[in-house]
């Protein structure tokens, strides 16, 4: 994957294949420490001692509809590439936490690409699921989730036209925001 928003996409929904209701995603970019550190936690049913070490393995998945899985493999192979490392942490029956850093100026580091239409798309194909987005830049941060969406959208369904446009400005402005202004998709 070439961008680290679908390496996001990905993450989440492997947390969803794993039977998670609640899913958080974490950005955190310290640009001044030289860092960028990616955070997909979940509520799913966890891996044992022996899977965690094997899902980095692409001719293991646990999907069934086919037999390899590069998602997690291609992750840590960036990660290591650029100076960071895949981490995950994982409880039989309680959740995992999968965490992936990357040395945020390394020049094969992945684009971050289009944030903005990865988040609205978990958001909207996901409705059930309890999504959190944190993201932090420096000093500045964003945090949304999807029960503070559906809070004040009090019953209209995220698939609305006018709603999917209100959420894509929404995410553009305050993603940009986190940059200082316009957005820079090729962060």
Same mark, same amino acid.
């Given at each position: 994957?070439?961008?680290?928003?679908?390496?996001?996409?990905?993450?989440?929904?492997?947390?969803?294949?794993?039977?998670?209701?609640?899913?958080?995603?974490?950005?955190?970019?310290?640009?001044?420490?030289?860092?960028?550190?990616?955070?997909?936690?979940? #509520?799913?049913?966890?891996?044992?001692?022996?899977?965690?070490?094997?899902?980095?393995?692409?001719?293991?998945?646990?999907?069934?509809?086919?037999?390899?899985?590069?998602?997690?493999?291609?992750?840590?192979?960036?990660?290591?590439?650029?100076?960071? /490392?895949?981490?995950?942490?994982?409880?039989?029956?309680?959740?995992?936490?999968?965490?992936?850093? /990357?040395? /945020?100026?390394?020049?094969?580091?992945?684009?971050?690409? #289009?944030?903005?239409?990865?988040?609205?798309?978990?958001?909207?194909?996901?409705?059930?699921?309890?999504?959190?987005?944190?993201?932090?830049?420096?000093?500045?941060?964003?945090?949304?989730?999807?029960?503070?969406?559906?809070?004040?959208?009090?019953?209209?369904?995220?698939?609305?036209?006018?709603?999917?446009?209100?959420?894509?400005?929404?995410?553009?402005?305050?993603?940009?925001?986190? /940059?200082?202004?316009?957005?820079?998709? #090729?962060?």
């Amino acid at each position: 994957m070439r961008e680290i928003s679908l390496h996001i996409l990905d993450l989440v929904q492997n947390s969803i294949e794993a039977g998670a209701t609640a899913a958080k995603l974490e950005i955190i970019e310290d640009i001044i420490g030289d860092s960028m550190i990616i955070r997909v936690s979940d #509520n799913g049913r966890g891996m044992n001692k022996k899977m965690r070490q094997l899902v980095i393995d692409p001719f293991i998945t646990t999907r069934t509809t086919r037999r390899v899985g590069l998602g997690l493999p291609l992750m840590d192979m960036s990660t290591k590439r650029c100076g960071g /490392y895949l981490n995950i942490d994982s409880i039989q029956g309680q959740g995992t936490v999968i965490e992936a850093m /990357y040395q /945020y100026s390394h020049l094969d580091r992945p684009p971050m690409g #289009n944030l903005v239409e990865t988040i609205k798309s978990i958001l909207v194909a996901n409705p059930v699921l309890q999504f959190s987005y944190h993201h932090t830049v420096n000093n500045k941060s964003l945090s949304i989730s999807s029960h503070e969406i559906t809070d004040i959208l009090d019953g209209i369904p995220l698939t609305q036209p006018d709603v999917l446009i209100w959420l894509h400005g929404y995410l553009s402005d305050n993603i940009a925001n986190l /940059y200082g202004g316009a957005e820079d998709e #090729n962060n």
